[in-house]
């Protein structure tokens, strides 16, 4: 500590403050340890627990003190030492620790055009002050920089968990406790972005810190310190696969200020109304309006989304009688033309009349095959769309008329004659998450959940299966807040005061699609008869070796009840790095072989 005053007397107060509470802490478990012999089982574990608690902050002192005795190398301002974050765990963020001090700290990336890459930069606070640290950095033309924070939660079984990320206000401060570290998350879209190389800097200002609060006291202007970030950024000219080739349904909202976010997150499949009926007294149809579909509809000219058409038309009269049917077709050819007039063909949108019909049993599984009968007698391409589980013999009995099959996302990996069914009849399949089967317990205890396998690898693992699209429930529909303990934790945002909050789930997911969209790609240039065999060696080997090698043995491992360290183990960050380093090198050989 003595060496450590010379140079960084903020520091060497907060290792003295450690010291002390360690000493005390000691001195208070030594009586309860010479007095075990003779105690009842609850006092003598309560004392192992009370030891194991103290010897764990005895090691994370020791980790402490190696990061601050390197620290003195930066300078007598240093207050907060930076560095790259784990970007896809929720758990323990703010005691993350940095392995070497320096500054500037330099992060290279390469993405392709169109993507967003996140950059989670942590800033260990290494003084015994509460420090006001201003985040500053410029416009990049082309890339949009949004600079969020993680903030800590409560979850459903009592834990910690660092999901939400707002956005840092106007004033682009954020506070860390002594000897904490917290989190500055980079959202870089990438949009707007060229082909090329990006280099820029982010500065972290100490405000309160080092060099300032131990100033002489009398007026001074004294500049604040700053930790450097630089960023080094290779957009590469490679361009992913169109977003409607993988679609995303999260039972969102269709209309309001969460659009523009879920769009760009790949949500591209929206739920609308029927239109409204209106019968005159001789119980005839006299119009349908279709008013509060044009809302949403016009919303959405030009972007290659996906409608479902949700719940059951108000029609007069017994369900499957010969006036309901004759009505239901007047409707859906009025409807059909509705759509077809704003430019919504019969491949952009399904009837989804009654949802999860499997679990509500057979009446409405027959429900959904007579509406597919009804509707196919107007037009056979009209879609039929269903979710949810069920028994074999009602997915043969809908398989007739199904064109949108939607089984739950743990089944996606199984090889069942109930997956047969859906894989071999129906145009798309698709699946959904609402049983979250990696959970310990399983179930929607969700916000420290595995994140890799949970989202950052679901649409790898349905590219892996033949899907073409994922679900979630939900995006905010379940009337969770997530910003309190809740039992169920569904939501993929948090409720702010305009436009929901977006969290590190949600851009894991986000990842996960823009990852397969390159993939699509990637695959697409296989069918190029002039393509060379080492690089046609290399893709085929991401494709089918990499990618199974990756996503296989996680599945299984949910599948089979495994531990959360065992899931864990094999959906890691650093397996995740891996495989999307070799997804890079594949891009980087198709781009020098364009290049010959």
């Not at 972007?303 to 309901?324: M, R, T, W």
């Not at 986000?510 to 290399?538: A, M, P, Q, T, W």
Request: some cysteine.
């Amino acid at each position: 500590i003595s060496e450590v005053e010379k140079v960084l007397p903020l520091s060497a107060s907060a290792l003295k403050s450690i010291a002390s509470d360690l000493q005390k802490g000691l001195s208070d478990l030594l009586p309860k340890i010479k007095s075990l012999p003779g105690r009842d089982g609850t006092e003598i574990q309560m004392t192992i627990d009370q030891t194991k608690s103290l010897s764990d902050k005895a090691t994370e002192a020791l980790n402490i003190c190696n990061v601050i005795s390197n620290a003195k190398s930066l300078g007598h301002e240093t207050s907060i030492i930076a560095f790259e974050g784990s970007k896809w765990e929720n758990r323990n963020v703010d005691k993350q620790l940095p392995k070497t001090a320096e500054n500037p700290v330099l992060i290279k990336r390469t993405a392709v055009l169109g993507e967003h890459l996140p950059i989670p930069i942590v800033l260990f606070n290494i003084t015994d002050q509460y420090l006001n640290v201003r985040v500053d950095y410029e416009n990049i033309d082309g890339i949009k920089i949004t600079a969020l924070r993680s903030i800590n939660t409560i979850t459903s079984l009592g834990g910690e968990s660092w999901d939400p990320l707002p956005e840092i206000d106007e004033s682009s401060i954020i506070t860390i406790p002594p000897l904490k570290s917290r989190e500055v998350w980079l959202d870089l879209d990438l949009a707007n972005a060229d082909a090329r190389e990006y280099k820029f800097n982010i500065q972290f200002q100490s405000l309160n810190g080092a060099g300032i609060i131990d100033a002489p006291r009398s007026p001074l202007g004294i500049p604040s310190p700053e930790t450097k970030v630089e960023i080094d950024l290779d957009v590469l000219p490679f361009e992913m696969a169109l977003s409607g080739e993988f679609r995303l349904c999260t039972w969102s909202p269709s209309t309001g200020p969460e659009v523009e976010g879920l769009l760009s997150h790949g949500n591209n499949v929206f739920l609308i109304p029927n239109g409204k009926i209106e019968y005159n007294t001789h119980d005839e149809i006299i119009s349908i309006d279709y008013s509060e579909l044009e809302l949403l509809v016009e919303q959405f000219s030009g972007k290659d989304v996906f409608f479902l058409i949700h719940g059951q038309p108000a029609i007069n009269g017994e369900f499957a009688s010969e006036k309901y049917e004759k009505d239901y077709k007047h409707y859906l050819a009025d409807l059909l033309a509705y759509l077809t007039s704003k430019g919504i063909d019969l491949k952009h949108f399904a009837l989804y009349p009654i949802d999860e019909p499997g679990g509500s049993g057979w009446d409405a599984v027959n429900k959904v095959i007579k509406f597919g009968e009804m509707a196919h007698k107007v037009d056979p391409e009209f879609m039929l769309y269903q979710d949810g589980g069920g028994e074999l013999p009602m997915f043969k009995a809908m398989s007739k008329y199904l064109d949108v099959w939607v089984p739950p996302f743990e089944w996606l990996a199984l090889d069942t004659p109930e997956m047969d069914v859906m894989r071999n009849t129906g145009e798309l399949l698709w699946s959904y998450n609402c049983s979250y089967a990696s959970a310990r317990p399983i179930g929607p205890n969700i916000k420290g959940i595995n994140l890799i396998y949970e989202y950052r690898t679901a649409a790898l693992l349905a590219l892996r299966n033949g899907v073409s699209g994922i679900g979630y429930w939900a995006y905010n529909a379940g009337g969770e807040d997530l910003w309190s303990r809740n039992k169920f934790e569904y939501s993929l945002v948090y409720p702010g005061r305009t436009f929901s909050v977006t969290s590190r789930r949600w851009e894991a997911v986000r990842e996960g699609i823009e990852d397969y969209r390159i993939l699509f790609e990637l695959k697409k240039h296989l069918k190029d008869e002039k393509l060379n065999n080492v690089l046609r060696d290399k893709i085929q080997h991401l494709i089918n070796v990499s990618l199974p090698g990756f996503i296989d043995p996680i599945a299984q491992a949910v599948k089979y009840g495994q531990s959360r360290n065992m899931i864990d183990n094999l959906a890691s960050e650093t397996k995740m790095d891996q495989f999307r380093e070799e997804m890079i090198e594949c891009i980087n050989l198709l781009l020098e072989k364009s290049e010959l």
